[in-house]
């Protein structure tokens, strides 16, 4: 047993004994291959929300995009750090982490500082912060399995949540990526297709306002191919606000009954 | 923190809106900039850009390594900011650590490019030296010593004049080494290659006070802006990296037209970074 | 919570609700004196449980526990480890169980909660002396190489009865768990057979091709009672635990036998009798979540 002491025996993850390959489709953009999953490239997964995941938050919500699947818990708002000085307008608190299975290599399940701070900058746009002066709201998501995607997706389930809670907002936020790869755009990228991109484009945004709130890019883009993945992922996110939004509707009239 | 009156907030936004900024520049003039290289003699290669009063330094040092498996043609490059507390009493402590991860994730992703590394503004495939055995790895470092607004583009074009101030040791790889066995390298002391600099793209951040966009912002002019867009351009043109900081959302079609401003503006100061950056060599030679 | 706007209409309640913050203690014991719970349950009744088989597809074992809002996901990754010497022929165990920020408003991203440290430690205790997995059934080459086995429990909720939750999924997770076929390479590595082409041209020979399910024996199953005075409240919730303090955990095995009794402190000394109730009611649990488990198992056979 390990709890037995001593020093951790290292123990490694057996690997195939055929050595995958980057796929060939991969590699010459000028194939028409298929996409791992079957989808069709301007195509997202099917995407499932619920509400109401964490019964002992204040508002929470689960979200599940293949085998991308996370949980946002949202506290609040309560009182703020002891050391914080007075603030007239609320503030927000955001973390990521993720679970030690969350990839297919066994991880340390460690804090994500960076999507900790995208995703504070993706939603504190969309947030009334002035409804809660001197008090924080903490938005906390757990990425349970990363199946690619997850930042846009832990984006989208956190407003969800934040609705969850009751916490005003200008508009909900809904989060895309695409990948580019050769020359080919493809959007909702899983992580096999992540890990062979050659750029890629995160778009955040209220899509009832039509205001982007957070927008990162990488890789090298011309200007056509920008606007395309632009105007790719903003059509994508008033989709997602659609399927938010009954989502939100559901768990209203369910509590009404 | 910049703390303002109500009255030089009105100040700076009306000189914004009326094209006339506090310090007497249009919204697309930057400050005047200059480069000095070779600044630290322990780097390989190392750069101090003054832009205004912001002043940072940028050093690369490169170091024999091993390539990641899964691209064993590619070498590897780390980009990491610290910001001094020298330079803001606002940069002790957590404060300085959050900024400092921002500014070294936007550089990253400004500069390095994709996962695939298509885009990258250093070709990490002339770091190979035996390809899947050894590479160069190349640790950036940026360093702000005082800061008054912009510290991205400046240490984008720093770490750009720090890479064209960069020589790094040509290896001989002994031959004879076979299969899995590690080669022996010998490391030259004379001779250095330079990397090909010209496709580094510089970053222009446009920053939103009120309806306007203007460039290279004060820190006073930054703490009245809504929101900010850094974008990173190379000499084609394209673009290598997009960041957005600041809480306001913005409508698509002015992300657009930031673009296409920042496009021309990366123009000019592509152009002047250059003559800079090569009339610092000189002057560095000449010493 | 409680919007201004949320509680217009619920201007009868609020003196109960106003009644049960401020005198949490007082409000329970009116209950209690009536045999009945806040939640409407006789005292010596769990919540409803469920258990769901595989959640995780990443895992090679999976599985969610709820026990009332009481959440629990529980994965197994298998892992290639050189057995010890003095057990060449064993291979092990690791479990850790997490409560990340998103569970409860008590734990902070950087401050890990104090309970989650002593969980750990009962599951891996329990786990291990209860015997269930024969470590034998581990070894891949004796001497050479054995599994490792990670097993990491998240609590997604907490809502009271922490361990008795992630011993559920753990053990739900240890049923699950489908060990990958694997063969021994040149190097003296082990490598994974891939699904595909099994059977057709194996050109190396799995070394464990009869072991890939692990025989569980006395499975333990256990139930948290609370003790406040005469009173014995079975699977408390997470404000029935923070009332009333002194808690009692029995775990029993399939077989009904003792595999471990905690009683960590707490103002109420357990009369012997008091002792003996909270082992009788366990006993009653433990048919109740065999039956749960099986059930779970077999629909999992059908589909």
Not at chain 1, 96 to 122: C, I, Q, W
Not at chain 3, 84 to 91: A, F, K, L, N, V
Request: glycine share 8%.
């Amino acid at each position: 047993m390990a709890a037995q002491g001593g020093a951790a025996p290292s123990t490694y993850t057996p690997t195939p004994t055929k050595k995958t390959q980057r796929s060939p489709f991969f590699s010459d953009s000028d194939v028409d291959w298929l996409r791992p999953d079957g989808r069709g490239f301007h195509q997202c997964r099917a995407a499932f929300f619920r509400t109401g995941a964490v019964n002992s938050a204040a508002g929470s919500a689960y979200a599940e995009f293949g085998n991308t699947k996370v949980i946002v818990s949202v506290f609040g708002p309560r009182e703020s750090k002891k050391a914080m000085v007075y603030s007239d307008v609320g503030r927000l608190n955001c973390n990521v982490s993720y679970t030690t299975f969350a990839n297919p290599a066994r991880g340390l399940g460690s804090d994500n500082k960076e999507f900790s701070s995208m995703l504070h900058k993706a939603l504190e746009g969309a947030i009334m912060l002035e409804t809660f002066p001197k008090t924080t709201v903490d938005v906390f998501a757990l990425v349970l399995e990363s199946g690619g995607s997850d930042l846009p997706v832990v984006i989208s389930c956190a407003s969800l949540a934040l609705a969850d809670a009751g916490i005003m907002m200008y508009d909900l936020v809904a989060g895309v990526s695409v990948s580019c790869l050769g020359r080919n755009l493809i959007i909702d990228p899983i992580l096999e297709e992540e890990s062979f991109q050659d750029g890629s484009m995160m778009i955040t945004c209220m899509p009832s306002r039509y205001e982007v709130t957070q927008l990162t890019i990488t890789g090298e883009w011309s200007t056509a191919k920008l606007n395309e993945a632009m105007q790719l992922c903003l059509d994508a996110c008033s989709k997602l606000d659609k399927i938010m939004r009954a989502c939100l509707e559901e768990a209203a009239s369910a509590s009404q009954d | 923190m910049v703390g303002l009156s109500l009255g030089e907030k009105h100040f700076i936004q009306g000189g914004i809106d009326q094209n006339l900024r506090s310090d007497g520049r249009k919204r697309d003039t930057y400050r005047p900039i200059s480069v000095e290289t070779g600044v630290i003699p322990q780097a390989n290669g190392s750069a101090r850009i003054r832009i205004g009063a912001t002043e940072v330094i940028a050093s690369v040092k490169a170091e024999l390594g091993r390539p990641n498996a899964l691209q064993p043609d590619k070498g590897k490059v780390s980009i990491f900011v610290d910001c001094s507390p020298v330079a803001e009493p606002m940069f002790e402590g957590r404060g300085g650590e959050e900024l400092s991860t921002e500014l070294s994730v936007a550089l990253q992703r400004c500069l390095l490019g994709g996962k695939s590394g298509a885009g990258a503004g250093i070709d990490l495939s002339s770091l190979i030296v035996a390809e899947g055995k050894i590479c160069w790895d190349l640790y950036i470092d940026g360093l702000v010593i005082s800061s008054d607004g912009n510290l991205l583009d400046a240490l984008g074009a720093a770490i750009k004049a720090a890479l064209s101030n960069t020589g790094i040791p040509r290896v001989q790889v002994a031959a004879g080494a076979s299969g899995d066995e590690q080669p022996e390298v010998d490391i030259s002391d004379e001779e250095f290659m330079q990397f090909d600099t010209s496709g580094i793209p510089v970053i222009v951040t446009l920053t939103k006070v009120g309806r306007h966009y203007i460039v290279d912002a004060t820190s006073e002019e930054e703490s009245q802006m809504s929101s900010a867009v850094s974008v990173s351009i190379n000499r084609k043109g394209h673009i290598c990296g997009l960041s957005k900081r600041g809480s306001a959302g913005l409508d698509p079609s002015v992300i657009s037209d930031m673009i296409s401003v920042a496009r021309h503006i990366s123009e000019q100061l592509i152009n002047k970074l250059d003559s800079e950056i090569s009339a610092a060599e000189a002057d560095e030679d000449e010493m | 919570m409680g919007l201004p706007d949320a509680s217009g209409d619920l201007s009868s309640e609020m003196e109960v609700d106003a009644f049960r913050r401020l005198f949490p203690l007082r409000y329970f014991e009116r209950h209690l004196s009536e045999s009945i719970r806040p939640d409407a349950r006789p005292l010596g009744r769990a919540r409803d449980t469920t258990l769901a088989l595989g959640a995780v597809a990443s895992a090679h074992g999976s599985a969610l526990a709820k026990i009332g809002s009481t959440t629990m996901l529980a994965a197994i990754k298998m892992e290639v480890m050189t057995p010890s010497t003095e057990s060449p022929d064993e291979g092990s165990i690791a479990i850790d169980f997490h409560m990340p920020p998103i569970c409860s408003p008590i734990v902070r991203p950087g401050r890990p909660a104090e309970a989650a440290p002593v969980i750990s430690k009962q599951l891996s205790d329990t786990i291990s002396s209860s015997g269930m997995i024969n470590l034998k059934e581990l070894s891949l080459v004796s001497g050479k190489a054995a599994w490792m086995a990670y097993l990491d429990i998240y609590c997604l909720d907490a809502d009271g009865a922490l361990f008795d939750a992630a011993l559920l999924s753990a053990v739900a997770a240890f049923s699950h768990l489908q060990i990958p076929i694997v063969s021994l390479n040149d190097d003296g590595k082990i490598e994974l057979i891939s699904e595909e082409d099994d059977g057709a041209k194996l050109e190396v020979e799995p070394v464990n091709k009869e072991k890939r399910k692990l025989t569980l024996s006395g499975i333990p199953f256990s139930l948290t009672c609370i003790l406040h005075k005469n009173y014995i409240l079975a699977d408390p919730t997470a404000e029935e635990e923070s009332i009333m303090e002194t808690a009692v955990t029995v775990v029993l095995d399939s077989s009904s036998r003792l595999v471990s009794f905690y009683k960590p402190g707490g103002p109420v000394l357990a009369h012997t009798s008091a002792v003996q109730d909270c082992v009788a009611l366990t006993r009653q649990r433990v048919k109740e979540l065999q039956n749960i488990l099986d059930e779970t198992l077999s629909g999992m056979e059908i589909d």
